[in-house]
Every structure is written in C-alpha cells, then in structure tokens.
C-alpha cells in the first residue's frame, strides 16, 4: 500500500531535513540532470473549467536511471478566495520508475512547490549572487517572499532587509513574521528603493508589468525573477536583461515561452544564445559570477524535476523515519 | 482529508452497487453526455520509460455541470511478469469540481477500467444485439472476456457460450471459474466455430490481426470488439464493418485513430459519415437494431468519461456507507 501523507505530516517531516545537506543539494543535482538532458518531461496536462472557473495542470516527468517517477496535479479555484479559503490546491505522486507502483501520495497543498521554488532562489543566488551582501530586496510579501528570504539565508550572510508590497497592511504583516528570525526589516511602496539599496534582490508577485526599470539597477546587482511563470507575467523591464553581464534561466526552452526571458527574447534584447541554464551554471565555475561588479539575472519559471527532487527528499525522509 | 480506498475495499462496495441499477445506467449517462459533447477530454499525458521498459498513460476529464472531475493513472511496466506479478497498475482520482479538491484516491490497479469497460459492453449489447440470443462468443479468456460474460447477462438472458482462446489450458481455466455461475461452456481454438454458432459475439484480445473474417458472419449477429484501443491492434476483418448495417463506436473522434474503425476507414471501407456513436444510440430508437436479421459492429476503445462515472459510483456508495 502507498503512503498517504498530509500536509501536517509533509510539515513535520520537513522539519528533519536540513536544508543545506539534503534540500538545496538535491535541487542542484535535479537542475544538472536536466540541463545535461537526462530528465524526461512531457508537455503540461490542462484542463479549464468555466463555472466556477478554475483550473487544473498536471506536471510530471523523470529522471533517466532515478528510482521515481512524480506527478504533480495542481488546481486553482479562484472563488474559493471569496469565501476566504485558498484557491489553490495540489498534491504530488511519488511512483516507482521500476515497477510503476505507487509509493506515495503527498497531499502538500502546494507547499512543496513552495519550498522546491524557494531552494531553486537559493542555488541562483549561491552562484550568482555576490559573496558580500550589502542589502537584500524582496519584491513581494506574501508566502513566497517570507521563503525566499528564508532559503537565501542558507547560501549567504545577510541581516538588512527592505520588502516591497502592495500595500502597508501586507508589509507589516511581513515585517512582524520575519523580523523575529533575526532580520532587520524595512518596508518600501516603492521599488526604486529597492534596486538603490540592495545588492540581491528577488522578485516573487504575480505583476503583469515591470516593478524595476534597467536604469535604477546598479552594477554588482544580482536578480532572482521567480514570479512570472506565465507569458503574462512580467516583474523586470526587459532592459534589464540586455543590461546584465549573465542572464541564466531554469529552462531554456520554457523561458522562451514564459517569464521575463521571454519578455526580453520578444523584444530582441537579448539572443536565445546568450541563455544559459542554471544546471550548466551550477557545475561550471566560468558561468558563474566572476566580479564584484557583476549585473546577474536568474530567470526562474520552475520545471518539473524541481518537484521530483523535492517529493524524493520527504520520501526519503519519511522512510528513515520509519 | 481526502478517502484513500484499496482494491480490497473497491471490491468490498462494489458488491453493494447493483450493476442494473446503478453501474449500468451511470456509464450510459456518461456515453450520452459525451455524444452531446457535454464532455471534456484533454489530449492523453504520456510517458515512456526504457530501462526497464514501461509506459504511463494519464487520462482525465469532466462533464460539465457535474460535481467532479477524474484523473486516472495506469501504467504497464512488462519486465514484471517475469516475476510473476501484474504489469499494469493504476488508480483513479476523483476531485471537486466546485472547488477543486481532491475528494477520494481509489487504488484500483485497473480494477475498475475493467468494470467499466464490461459495463460499456453491456450497454452496447442492450440497444443493439438481437433480444433473444442464441449462443454467445467470447474471444479471449483473459479478465475481460470473464467480466464481459457477466455484464452481458444483466442485459441478456443466455445460456450457452463458446469462448476462444490461445490454449487449452487457459480455456480450462476460464471454463472453471465461469460454469459455476450458470452458464453452460464450451471451449475452441477456432474463431470460425463461434462466429457461426453465437448471435452475440465479443472480442476482447489484445490481438494485431483479424480473428473473425467478414465471410464467417451471419445475418442476425452483433459483435462487440472491446481488445483493440491502439492503432496496432485489430480483432476483426475490416470487411466486418462493411458487411454490418450499423456500426456504432463509443467515440467517432477516437476510432477514427485506432480501434477496428480505424482500420475499416483506413482501407476505404466505410466513411467517417457512417459511425453513429453509442452516447446517440441510447437516446434514438431509430439508432438501435430495428430487426432480427441485421449485422451489427459496437467498436470501443475506452473514453475517460467511463472513468468518471464508475469513480462517481465508488464514492456515491462509500459515502452512503459512512
């Protein structure tokens, strides 16, 4: 019988796995395998639903020679919002690539890709970000921006913090969350205040137009764009990618078509052959910030062996346990 | 939390769901929806292993208005027979559609995509074979040509059967397990036998040539092909759905790529104008077999709104249950 896990459970069991020794470094080995092309994933499932509306996608995909296979099945029900419920739902499938049996069910609600997109900002910025971190920006205060914050902590030594958000009600609610963990933080409605003060910033909103303009960012400036993941979405004028000395991405064939490096693509400021992948970046030093003055932009859309690796890690983890 | 339910409790409701009253009318309703195109059905998810060898296919899909959608997971992974255990698994997942949740997992190891499919046959036989069967033929004597046996009597009153299959000794078997349920059997290795004995004839073989050629077939006979869902594979002679004078499929849009459809229309000999679907069959008497004498062909290869109405009958009776 396959294991059916909750998110209590999946929270727990979290607790036990070192970020630094068992999270981050799976998340980097997934990138590698699939920029060296050993990950099989086939085109996004989709369904639409029109009353209500929702809708639902289905991710899944493998590593060649690995032991799992995983399918991620995540739904948004956007009226569930006005009865002050999450509209988002998901859950991950942990199948054995030996047999095809089922190992386990993962009902994380979404929080697993939470984690997964927040490891994969903390293996840009372990490479890419400068060793010295004078400020850190966060575009973004909800979930997402607390855990980017969270995970960057592990790749880099850092106090001062300014978040953006949409309005002082949500900063403060983030200022209050956070502060406690030990950072200093400063509120901003504004992002120019951000790209002025901070040597790594990281932008998670769902904005459909850019919150940075290229002239407002200084050299020695590293982005993390995790937000925009569908070819709506944007938080970076396109300029900035023509500015910066890397523009490196989770997926070159996913970025043409989604996320900032599409934005940029379309305008044609920056060539296809000026993309590198975060997995060839990972095991080759040269494409890895080489100065201090450096501009870097990570592109993050997120990619299904993210999922897979993280699935593998609580699988692990709840076996051991048992 | 969502129901997790094994085989064993699958089986354990199932024996509370009358077929008649409940399983049978459900996957009609689901046939009838579908011809009205109040089904959605996205394209098939698909991934393919190689060492060891094994394919996963996700299928899923909702009828719109109703209260769920379903995702199902089979696999096949071959190298397991080896070792004597089952190659295929699966499982269907049933979720809301008002707000996307996941309502119950049914780890049904292809359990139910064989009820469902011996349910489709039992309707295809209802409208169209003739009212008093002489004698039915099954080809194969594998699970299906077991559970289309017994579907067919909750449609049919019969008696006699002649089963083909590829060796005596699965022949044995199968007149083992299925004399005691009041069916007098005999066994061939030689199609011709049944098609001129039996007025109701179903094929459900994974067959890649023809085990029934046109110039065998009676007047007065109905064939059921349920074994061929791939464009490879084929039970009957093409010149079959020529000879008939009704031939009906459970999907016009997917029997023009495989099943015996297929290959009729591939060799010209009969026009995509000529399919009726089984969905308008139920609904138009002018649709179903007017006399005695008539050939009629049922071709199913399987549609995902099967698998909506079984799951929906699982969990309709768990939750009575509970």
Redesign the interface.
């Given at each position: 019988?396959?294991a059916?896990v909750?998110i209590q459970q999946i929270k727990e069991v979290l607790k036990n796995i070192d970020p630094v020794e068992v999270i981050i470094p799976l998340i980097e080995e997934g990138f590698v395998a699939y920029s060296q092309g050993r990950v099989?994933v086939?085109?996004v499932?989709?369904?639409?639903?029109?009353?209500?509306p929702?809708d639902?996608h289905?991710k899944?995909?493998?590593i060649?020679?690995d032991d799992y296979?995983v399918?991620k099945?995540a739904?948004?029900?956007y009226e569930?919002a006005r009865i002050g419920?999450a509209t988002g739902?998901g859950?991950m499938?942990l199948?054995s690539?030996?047999?095809?049996?089922?190992v386990c069910?993962l009902?994380d609600e979404a929080y697993l890709t939470n984690i997964r997109t927040a490891a994969a900002g903390a293996t840009a910025a372990k490479y890419l970000a400068p060793q010295k971190v004078r400020r850190v920006g966060i575009f973004g205060a909800g979930i997402q921006g607390r855990m980017q914050l969270g995970y960057l902590r592990f790749v880099r030594e850092f106090k001062d913090v300014i978040v953006w958000g949409i309005n002082s009600q949500e900063l403060e609610a983030y200022k209050r969350d956070m502060a406690p963990l030990g950072f200093s933080i400063q509120t901003t409605l504004y992002g120019e205040e951000i790209a002025s003060n901070c040597s790594v910033i990281i932008t998670c909103t769902p904005s459909k137009k850019p919150l940075l303009q290229a002239d407002q960012i200084r050299r020695g400036t590293h982005i993390t764009a995790v937000g925009a993941d569908t070819p709506e979405k944007q938080e970076l004028d396109a300029a900035i990618l023509k500015k910066a000395n890397r523009v490196v991405v989770d997926s070159i064939s996913q970025c043409q078509l989604r996320g900032e490096t599409f934005h940029a693509l379309q305008q044609g400021l920056v060539k296809k052959g000026d993309l590198v992948e975060l997995g060839a970046v990972i095991t080759n030093k040269n494409l890895q910030r080489a100065a201090d003055d450096e501009i870097t932009v990570c592109d993050l859309t997120g990619v299904a062996v993210q999922d897979i690796q993280i699935s593998k890690a609580i699988w692990q983890a709840l076996r051991e346990k048992v």
């Open positions: 019988m396959a059916v909750n099989v086939p085109p499932g989709e369904m639409i639903f029109e009353d209500p929702g639902v289905i899944y995909g493998y060649k020679g296979y399918i099945i739904s948004g029900f569930k419920r739902h859950l499938l199948f690539q030996k047999n095809g049996e089922l069910i009902q």
